[in-house]
């Protein structure tokens, strides 16, 4: 197995010797190389040498792509590499493109530039939106937890009136109707408001989770072609988390009432809360009660 081990490619040391890896020559290295043989060599000032231990860590892969970045081909010469970007054309020029007429009064920078400024700043938004997915995962888990109990208040309310239906048949059937509608009046509105708030978190949070994967991808990248065609694909904004019916608390609890009179079919009734007693606590929010 020692024989398949990577050895040093200057002096054929172990792999337990070795610690680093030129982006540029594609050599491994020992400590003493590289201060001594590779320090050497025409340019190595410029080349980046990173420990083989970071190989494969978003360090490496952007030293990857900045090594690849002055190799991108000019799609309108191709015998020419892509040197400069035109902000106001969004497009790669190489130098001859640069000085065409077309050009003339645009806003030209450095290929090198431009590509380090969009991907410092795509790594931002992509830390923001990490840092706001948590808000809009935890206001969706809330909001489906309220659209559940209003929705399973609606069908109790829902199910006790259609068994009432059945007990008095056909004499009854008007009221349950009547009484229906007044419950569509009463809770729909509200469960209503609360699907349509965790549809919007739900979108929000399949938009930045999505976002974030694409980001992530091109961060992972070892492409800078792709990755500069994918920084135009990408808005950058984050989703307001200022959502209407956040706030939107549910309604009692509604029973069937039934009078003890025959043949009265009910009315819809929200129980009425009372103080039973109060208890003075450091507590400055409470934000759950027992169930009454």
Known sequence: MAQNLAVCEFCDLSIERIAWKCINCELILCDNCKTKRHAKIKGSEEHSVIMLKQMGTLESKYSVRKLELPNIICSSHTEEKCTAYCKS??????????????????????LETFYNEKVSELTS??????????FFIKNLKIMEIRCQKGTD????????????EKD????ATLK???????L???LKPQNDTLNKTK????????YLEETTAIIDTMLNSNDAKQVLDTLFSIENELPSKDIEGLNVSLKSQVDLFVPILPLRFGSLVMPKLAIKQSVQTPLKTVKCFEKL
């Open 184 to 186: 569509d009046n009463l």
């Open 89 to 110: 054309c969004s497009k790669k020029l190489c130098t001859f493109c640069a000085v065409e007429e077309n050009h003339i009064g645009h806003q030209i920078m450095k």
């Open 168 to 171: 008095i048949k056909e004499k």
């Open 125 to 134: 938004l992509n830390n923001k939106m990490n840092e706001d997915l948590p």
């Open 176 to 182: 349950a109707e009547v009484l229906s509608r007044e």
């Open 153 to 164: 208040n609606y069908n109790k309310a829902k199910q006790q009136i259609v068994q009432r």
């Open 199 to 206: 549809e919007s978190l739900q979108k929000n949070v399949d």
